[in-house]
């Protein structure tokens, strides 16, 4: 079985940082998703792809997916830069637009 490992980025509508700590451990899609004739929703034969574990450490959701005996794929998170600004900053003369 193949499991995805990573740490999920915040969504658009959030302004902090809050539940990106956690890595989340994700089954891979077996069968391919279908659109369903009757209401055309989109749905899958695999009902594992609605399980997502959570845990504190990038190392204990691998350790969890090797006791299993998965397969994994870790995805490591990117960095995050924070240039830090002034409000001046946006009227000095020198500033190139």
Do not use: C
Not at 37 to 47: E, F, K, Q, R, Y
Not at 67 to 72: D, L, N, S, T
Request: proline share 6%.
């Amino acid at each position: 079985m193949q499991v995805r490992i990573y740490q999920p980025s915040k969504s658009a509508m959030q302004s902090g940082r809050g539940k990106t700590h956690d890595w989340v451990l994700e089954y891979e899609n077996a069968t391919p998703r279908r659109a369903e004739p009757l209401m055309g929703w989109i749905a899958s034969g695999d009902t594992l792809n609605q399980v997502r574990l959570k845990f504190p450490t990038k190392e204990e959701a691998t350790a969890f997916a090797d006791r299993k005996g998965w397969e994994y794929i870790v995805q490591d998170a990117h960095q995050r830069r924070v240039r830090p600004r002034n409000y001046a900053d946006n009227f000095r003369p020198d500033r190139v637009r």
